[in-house]
């Protein structure tokens, strides 16, 4: 996801840059280290205690720079060797041993590259963003490398593409490419083997934005141009061919070009005989190679080696989690059969893989940790209350509409996590993108089981989605109430706020995966246990200085989190008041109308024009000096037009315009 090569990069520059000079025993030690070859280099072990001597023997002498080398090179091959705990321990000795450097000195600008990269492998993409810009700026300042930029523009991209923002995970990778041109290396020392390898991968994730967005010709062009680069490598069968491969056959696939999808796939397999690489993407791409053949057991039996595969995979190394992906394709499948209860199975045994207190219970959703989790997790959510609600509807399963609610609910609750968590990021492709159809489907759905059997409880989950809804379309206000109250906060206090809460996230997660497993590492579990527990006591004590210090951020960020209920607005009103709560659809108005002591709920058809006039109207004047004789006309003709006449009697009335932008 993001590339470890800036650690690389540093390792080899601190061997090389650092002026030999002191003949102190920590430099010494040093020296011995970097003069050896190859087939010199001791274990991991003898390294790993050689720098930490390197390191002591520095503190003793005061060599403040050997100090830090020591850390971070140490933190290489911590990173290397999947040592995640003490990769942390590393970059943030370094990040605090740094603090009397000059803050546009380069080495600095190494520290903020491995602090990012610490944040990105945490799920913590937007302090992770933040610090590859912080590195950014430090390398601008020096006489840089443009292969360097290249590298930061290329990490910057991928953190983008996985908070959602695909229009500038673009825009950075095209920077770092144009960076790539052979134009700028006619007197450089960075070898072109390593040059054409970050523009392969570039290429590579470049392609993988255009196949999101289904322009499958420019994905192909771009993979084409990739795999032409690629030949040219020493590694010619190395895992970027496979990537590339399978990704050309994704672009086929997209234009219908079967034969070449078949070519792809024989090529694919090839090279996976000698480098079992992602080997389960290639039956994956034969399962759906299949269903476009309309050869649905051929199709199953690839989709199920596929997972297989993966979950093998995943067990060795838990950064890549293809399994969500692969029961969501088994579940398109099913439907693509209209196996609505196979498909429905499916789709939640996907969702299992998130949570891992997940029953086998259809009623039941998980809970999500990251980033990472959100797209696939939304959309097997999607299509797993999608499905409940097509075998209770068409099938006449009533068992299945508790599950349909329930699912429904989860999504609705996954896109306020998203909405909270993009936030700060500025990401709203989500949001943007996802939310509208969603909560249009969730009331419709919910509107149909209310009208079977008006409870209460029904009610509030409508008046809930409508809240969300409200939450949703209120994205950019709140952003900037959000931005402006963090303004007023120490800079290092938002930095150890969302460290600190990706890092109990992040070490929970692992401790979980280590206790599973047959051979657990007691040691290794001791040790995440401590950094849950480290984590959790801080940010307790952050929190309770926020709430003392700065209450209105503290309150508001809570408030985020929640919203109001029916009864709570009932209590907030006087006898004469009466509030309008109202949803449009594409062609229906959904409308609370709520008094001291009733709540009524219509469905009425949307007069698209009055509510235009209104719009107009109202987003003429500032939001604070909106006409309250208008505001007031405006809900009258709402609540005549669903025939609230009789509960609104000659109270006042407050309206909240919150569906504008539907008709932008």
Do not use: W
């Amino acid at each position: 996801m993001i590339s470890k090569r800036i650690i690389l990069v540093f390792l080899i520059g601190a061997m090389i840059i650092y002026q030999l000079q002191s003949q102190n025993r920590s430099q010494e030690l040093f020296d011995s280290l970097n003069s050896l070859s190859p087939k010199e280099i001791p274990s991991y072990e003898e390294i790993i205690f050689h720098l930490n001597r390197i390191h002591d023997l520095a503190k003793d002498e005061e060599d403040l720079k050997l100090q830090i080398r020591a850390k971070m090179i140490l933190g290489s091959f911590y990173i290397e060797n999947r040592d995640l705990y003490n990769f942390q321990k590393s970059v943030l000795s370094s990040l605090e041993l740094s603090v009397s450097l000059d803050s546009n000195s380069q080495m600095k600008g190494s520290i903020f590259n491995n602090l990012a990269l610490l944040q990105s492998i945490k799920g913590n993409y937007s302090e992770s963003i933040k610090n590859y810009f912080k590195s950014l700026e430090i390398e601008k300042m020096q006489e840089f490398e443009p292969y360097d930029l290249a590298i930061i523009y290329f990490n910057l991209g991928n953190g983008h593409y996985v908070v959602g923002d695909v229009e500038q995970s673009e825009r950075f990778l095209k920077i770092g490419i144009d960076l790539l041109k052979p134009a700028h290396y006619i007197d450089s020392n960075v070898a072109v083997s390593d040059i054409d390898q970050l523009l392969v991968k570039s290429l590579s994730s470049l392609a993988k934005i255009h196949l999101r967005k289904k322009e499958f010709n420019s994905a192909k062009f771009l993979i084409l141009k990739a795999l032409e680069k690629n030949h040219g490598l020493i590694f010619e069968k190395s895992n970027f061919e496979i990537d590339l491969i399978q990704r050309l056959g994704l672009a086929n696939l997209g234009l219908k070009n079967l034969s070449s999808v078949l070519d792809n796939l024989k090529s694919a397999k090839t090279l996976n005989e000698s480098n079992p690489y992602r080997k389960h993407r290639t039956y994956r791409l034969y399962g759906k190679y299949y269903q476009a053949l309309k050869e649905y057991e051929k199709a199953k039996e690839h989709f199920d080696i596929s997972l297989e595969l993966a979950t093998e995979d995943y067990e060795t190394d838990k950064e890549f989690a293809f399994i969500p992906l692969i029961h969501d394709n088994i579940g398109d499948l099913y439907l693509e059969q209209d196996s609505l209860d196979k498909a429905l199975q499916a789709f939640h045994e996907g969702l299992q893989f998130f949570d891992d207190a997940l029953s086998s219970d259809l009623n039941l959703n998980p809970t999500f940790k990251n980033y990472t989790e959100f797209p696939e997790a939304l959309s097997l959510l999607q299509k797993k209350s999608q499905t409940a609600k097509r075998v209770y509807i068409e099938n006449g399963d009533a068992s299945k509409k508790e599950v349909a609610i329930n699912a429904y609910m989860a999504t609705v609750g996954l896109l306020d996590q998203m909405r909270r968590s993009y936030l700060v990021d500025g990401s709203k492709f989500f949001v943007a993108e996802k939310a509208y159809p969603i909560y249009t489907e969730t009331i419709e759905f919910l509107y149909h089981c209310y009208q079977m059997e008006p409870t209460e409880e029904l009610l509030n989950k409508i008046f809930a989605v409508i809240e969300k809804n409200k939450s949703s379309i209120l994205f950019e206000s709140i952003e900037n109430k959000f931005n402006l109250l963090s303004s007023s906060l120490p800079e290092e206090l938002i930095e150890k706020e969302s460290d600190l809460t990706s890092s109990v996230s992040y070490y929970s997660k692992l401790l979980s995966e280590e206790k599973l497993k047959d051979d657990g590492d007691s040691l290794r579990i001791l040790e995440y246990e401590n950094a849950v527990f480290e984590s959790q006591e801080q940010l307790t004590i952050l929190n309770s200085k926020l709430k003392s210090e700065y209450p209105e951020y503290f309150d508001y960020k809570n408030d985020l989190t929640s919203s109001i209920q029916i009864e709570e607005i009932k209590n907030l009103l006087d006898h004469n008041d009466l509030v309008l709560e109202y949803f449009a659809s594409p062609s229906d108005l959904y409308v609370f109308a709520i008094d001291k002591s009733r709540a009524a709920f219509k469905k009425c058809k949307l007069d698209k024009e009055l509510l235009k006039n209104y719009i107009e109207l109202i987003s003429k004047a500032p939001s604070n000096d909106q006409d309250p004789n208008l505001l007031n006309a405006m809900g009258v003709d709402l609540a005549l037009s669903c025939d609230f006449n009789p509960l609104m009697g000659e109270c006042s009335i407050y309206p909240k315009p919150n569906f504008k932008l539907f008709f932008r």
